[in-house]
C-alpha cells in the first residue's frame, strides 16, 4: 500500500502552493509549518518571506489566507502575531486521515524506495567474562536501531564484536594448563554457571598475570600459540567461547532479544586480516613506523604534553591491538558486505579512539561520500546517588540479578493490579513488564547522555515508564473486548471533542515520528512521542466515555479511536523491543 500522507504534509502542501499563488515572485518557499497550543497548526515562513521581499508580513499572510479559504481539509485559517498563520483542520479531515492509516498495515510509516545497508555493531560482551550492567545499553540501543532501521527499509546485517581474542586469553589459557583442575565441567542448561567458573578462573589468573613476570612471559607466548594456530591453545580457546555463547544467548533471551549465532562475529574473525591491513596502511603512507610501531598521526588529537596521540596499528614487538581489527572489520563490512552505512553502538568513553579508526579508514579510501561510519556513543548507567552503577561490595552489577529483580519488582505490580490472572500468567506479564521497564528506562533517555537505574520509578504505573504505556494499552483491550459486537468504525461526519481531536492529531504523527526517529538513530524520540500518545489517550478516556457515549455511531466512532492509539502503541513499543501485554 502507498505510503499514507500525514494531515501536517497535506497541510504544509496546500499552504505552500497557496503561498506560490498569492506570491508569485517568491518563487517556492516553505510555510515551516508545525503543531501548535492555540490551533492544529502555525506557519510561521511567512516572517522571513516578507523580510525576502521587502512587504508587511500581515499584508502578506492576508494575502495568503484568501488564497487558502476553508474546505473540507481547513476549518478556519487566520493570522496572528506579526503574521503567523494559525490553522485549524477539519473533524472529517482528521478521521479520513486516520481512517487511511488504520487500513494500513504499516499504520502510515513511510518505507524508503531505495535502501542502503546498514552495519549495526552493538552488544559486545566479553568470551569469558560475566555480562554487568555496562552491557545492557548496547544491546538494548542497537537492538531497537535495528527494529526501526528494518521497519523504514534499511537493510540491517547485525555484528557482534565480542572479546574473544588478545592478551587476556593467552592469560586464561596459560593459567589453565598450568591449573587443569581449576575449569569445572559445564553441567546446566544455559551456561550460568560455566560461566561463573570461568569468571573465578579469569580472576585468579589475571592475579598471578599481574603479580608474576615469569607467569606474564609464558602467558604472552601462549598468545602468540594462539595467533599461530597452536591446537591445544586453540582447542581451550573454542572451549572458552562455545561456554560463553550458551551464556550470552541466556542472558539476551532474558532480554527479550534475538541475537543471531552467524552474526556474533569477534575479533578473532579478523586475524588474519591484520597484517594485510597493517601493510595497506603502510604502502599507502596513511601509516608510519615511529619506534618500531605502525602508527597513525593526527593534527588535531593531542595529549597532555601537547604531542600527538598516535592510532597504533600494530605495536613494536609485532603484535596486533584494537585498532587492527577494528580496521579490518572496517574492509569486511565494506567490501565484504557491501554495506553503506556504519553503526557502532559503542560507550561514549571509546569516542577517540572510533574517531581516530574513521579518519584512518577516509585516508585509507575504504570510507568516502558513498560509505559512511557513524560512532552512536552513549553515557553511563548510573545508580540512585549519581555515580556509576555498583553493588554495595563496589564491585559491577551483574546484568543477571538486575534483570532477574527487575522482573521480581514487576510482579509485586501485577500481582497488585491482576485481575482473573494465574501465578504463571502473572509471571509472564512481569516479565513483560519488568524487562519493558529496564529498555524503556535506558531508550526514553538521549543515548548521550547518563542516567540513573531507579528500580523503583522504573516499574512506577505513573509518569514516563514502560508500565503506564503498557498498562494504557491493556486498557484498550479491555475496552474492546468489553465492547462485545461493536466495532471500530471511523464516522467523518461527527463532531470530535478538544480531546478526541488532540488524540486524533498525534496519532497521525505517528510516521512521521518513526521515520525521523530512524534518521536520526533516536529511539528516545519515539519513545517521548508514545508516552505523550499514551497522556493524551488517558486524557480521552477521561473526558470522552466510549461504550457509554451518546449515540451508537459515537460508540464506534471512539472504539475506532481506541482501537488505532492501541495499534500505534503496540507497533511503537515493538519497534523499541517492548512488548505490550494483552490483559495487565
Same mark, same amino acid.
Given at each position: ?17 497557496? !503561498? ?12 515551516? !509549518? ?47 502575531? +506579526? ?10 479531515? %482528521? ?45 538494548? %540501543? ?16 547485525? $555484528?557482534?564484536?565480542?572479546? @574473544?581474542?588478545?592478551? /587476556? ?6 593459567? *589453565? ?15 550460568? /554457571? ?14 598471578? #598475570? @599481574? ?33 560463553? =555463547?550458551?551464556? #550470552? ?14 552474526? %556474533? ?13 597493517? $601493510? ?39 603484535? #596486533? ?8 572489520? %572496517?574492509?569486511?563490512?565494506?567490501? @565484504? ?50 555515580? +556509576? #552503577? =555498583? ?64 528500580? @523503583? ?16 494499552y491493556a486498557r484498550i483491550q479491555s475496552i474492546l473486548r468489553k465492547?462485545?459486537?461493536?466495532? +471500530? ?36 524520540? *519515539? ?41 500505534? !502503541?503496540?507497533?511503537g513499543m515493538a519497534l523499541l523491543g517492548i512488548r505490550t501485554p494483552?490483559?495487565?
Amino acid at each position: 500500500m502507498a505510503s499514507v500522507p500525514s494531515l501536517a504534509a497535506t497541510v504544509n502542501q496546500r499552504v505552500a502552493d497557496a !503561498l506560490s499563488a498569492a506570491l508569485p515572485e517568491a518563487g517556492a518557499a516553505d510555510p515551516l !509549518l508545525r503543531r501548535s497550543d492555540r490551533a492544529d497548526f502555525q506557519a510561521n515562513g511567512l516572517l522571513a518571506l516578507a523580510k525576502k521581499l521587502g512587504g508587511n508580513p500581515r499584508e502578506l499572510a492576508g494575502k495568503v489566507v484568501e488564497t487558502l479559504g476553508t474546505d473540507d481539509l481547513l476549518a478556519d485559517v487566520e493570522v496572528s502575531g +506579526p503574521g503567523f498563520l494559525n490553522i485549524t483542520v477539519a473533524d472529517r479531515a %482528521i478521521l479520513t486521515t486516520l481512517a487511511a492509516r488504520a487500513a494500513d498495515d504499516r499504520l502510515g510509516v513511510p518505507q524508503a524506495a531505495t535502501t542502503g545497508t546498514t552495519v549495526i555493531d552493538y552488544a559486545q560482551p566479553n568470551v569469558a567474562k560475566e555480562m554487568h550492567v555496562g552491557h545492557l545499553r548496547s544491546a538494548v %540501543i542497537g537492538d531497537a536501531l535495528r527494529n526501526m532501521l528494518d521497519f523504514t527499509g534499511e537493510k540491517t546485517i547485525g $555484528r557482534h564484536h565480542i572479546g @574473544d581474542w588478545g592478551t /587476556q586469553f593467552g592469560m586464561l589459557i596459560q593459567y *589453565l594448563i598450568e591449573n587443569p583442575d581449576q575449569l569445572a565441567p559445564a553441567t546446566d542448561v544455559d551456561g550460568e /554457571q560455566a560461566m561463573s567458573n570461568l569468571n573465578r578462573v579469569y580472576k585468579a589468573s589475571r592475579a598471578v #598475570f @599481574d603479580a608474576d613476570e615469569e607467569f606474564k612471559e609464558r602467558a604472552r607466548k601462549r598468545v602468540v600459540a594462539l595467533q599461530s594456530g597452536d591446537t591445544e591453545t586453540l582447542d581451550l580457546w573454542q572451549r572458552f567461547v562455545d561456554e560463553s =555463547k550458551v551464556y #550470552f544467548y541466556s542472558v539476551f533471551e532474558k532480554l527479550d532479544m534475538e541475537i543471531r549465532d552467524e552474526e %556474533i562475529v569477534g575479533e578473532s574473525a579478523y586475524n588474519d586480516m591484520m597484517a594485510e591491513t597493517a $601493510r595497506m596502511l603502510e604502502e599507502s603512507g596513511v601509516a608510519v613506523r615511529s619506534e618500531g610501531a605502525l602508527v597513525v598521526f593526527f593534527d588535531d588529537i593531542k595529549g597532555k604534553d601537547d604531542k600527538p596521540v598516535p592510532l597504533i596499528v600494530q605495536k613494536a614487538d609485532g603484535g #596486533f591491538g584494537y585498532a587492527a581489527s577494528d580496521l579490518s572489520a %572496517i574492509r569486511n563490512r565494506v567490501f @565484504d558486505l557491501a554495506a553503506t552505512t556504519l553503526l557502532y553502538v559503542v560507550d561514549v568513553r571509546q569516542s577517540l579512539h572510533f574517531r581516530m579508526v574513521f579518519e584512518t579508514a577516509r585516508r585509507a579510501g575504504w570510507l568516502n561520500d558513498q560509505v559512511k561510519a557513524h560512532n552512536m556513543g552513549y553515557g553511563t548507567v548510573l545508580g540512585a546517588d549519581g555515580k +556509576p #552503577f =555498583k553493588t554495595r561490595e563496589g564491585e559491577t552489577v551483574r546484568l543477571e540479578d538486575l534483570l532477574d529483580e527487575a522482573v521480581q519488582r514487576a510482579a509485586e505490580v501485577v500481582r497488585e493490579k491482576a485481575q482473573d490472572l494465574t501465578e504463571d500468567e502473572i509471571q509472564e506479564r512481569a516479565a513483560q513488564v519488568g524487562i519493558g521497564a529496564v529498555k524503556y528506562a535506558d531508550l526514553s533517555t538521549s543515548p548521550s547522555r547518563d542516567y540513573k537505574f531507579d528500580l @523503583d520509578q522504573m516499574v512506577s504505573l505513573n509518569g514516563d515508564t514502560s508500565v503506564y504505556l503498557q498498562y494504557a494499552y491493556a486498557r484498550i483491550q479491555s475496552i474492546l473486548r468489553k465492547a462485545g459486537e461493536t466495532g +471500530p468504525v471511523a464516522h467523518g461526519e461527527l463532531e470530535l471533542a478538544p480531546a478526541e481531536r488532540a488524540l486524533g492529531l498525534h496519532v497521525d504523527a505517528f510516521g512521521g515520528t518513526v521515520a525521523e526517529a530512524a534518521a536520526e538513530y533516536a529511539p528516545h524520540k *519515539l519513545a517521548a512521542y508514545l508516552y505523550q500518545l499514551a497522556s493524551l489517550y488517558t486524557t480521552f478516556y477521561d473526558q470522552c466515555p466510549v461504550l457509554k457515549a451518546d449515540t451508537p455511531q459515537q460508540v464506534e466512532n471512539r472504539l475506532f479511536l481506541c482501537d488505532l492509539t492501541a495499534r500505534t !502503541l503496540h507497533k511503537g513499543m515493538a519497534l523499541l523491543g517492548i512488548r505490550t501485554p494483552e490483559r495487565l
